[in-house]
Nanobody, 121 residues
Framework: QVQLVESGGGLVQAGGSLRLSCAASGRTFSSYGMGWFRQAPGKEREFVASINWSGLLRAYADSVKGRFTISRDNAKNTVYLQMNSLKPEDTAVYYC??????????????WGQGTQVTVSS
């Protein structure tokens, strides 16, 4: 099992950028697919982006395609989410998760504590 800690959230104006990081503990990080999810107030948690164990395959929600980029550094046990052209509707708590069955969304678990992203208009 892997433990995850997110960081990098904050307050940004619409059109701005943020980069989220998710640090993982454990020697098996490189064997997991990784994903980012978000949950806005009053809404269910939703898929944002995911990446396979090697970093060669990625998947994105339609709402973030062309604006967000997921990447990973297996040497640093870290996965990133670069968010550009942010919109107020991107405001949410962002969570990192791991999966041994990428890209199956329902297989993601080992959730981090989340990091708040707030985009002002």
């Amino acid at each position: 099992q892997v433990q995850l800690v997110e960081s990098g959230g904050g307050l940004v104006q619409a059109g701005g950028s943020l980069r989220l990081s998710c640090a993982a503990s454990g020697r098996t990080f490189s064997s997991y697919g990784m994903g980012w999810f978000r949950q806005a107030p009053g809404k269910e948690r939703e898929f944002v982006a995911s990446i396979n164990w090697s970093g060669l395959l990625r998947a994105y929600a339609d709402s973030v395609k062309g604006r967000f980029t997921i990447s990973r550094d297996n040497a640093k046990n870290t996965v990133y989410l670069q968010m550009n052209s942010l919109k107020p509707e991107d405001t949410a708590v962002y969570y990192c998760a791991a999966s041994a069955k990428w890209p199956t969304i329902q297989a993601f678990g080992s959730w981090g504590q989340g990091t708040q992203v707030t985009v002002s208009s």
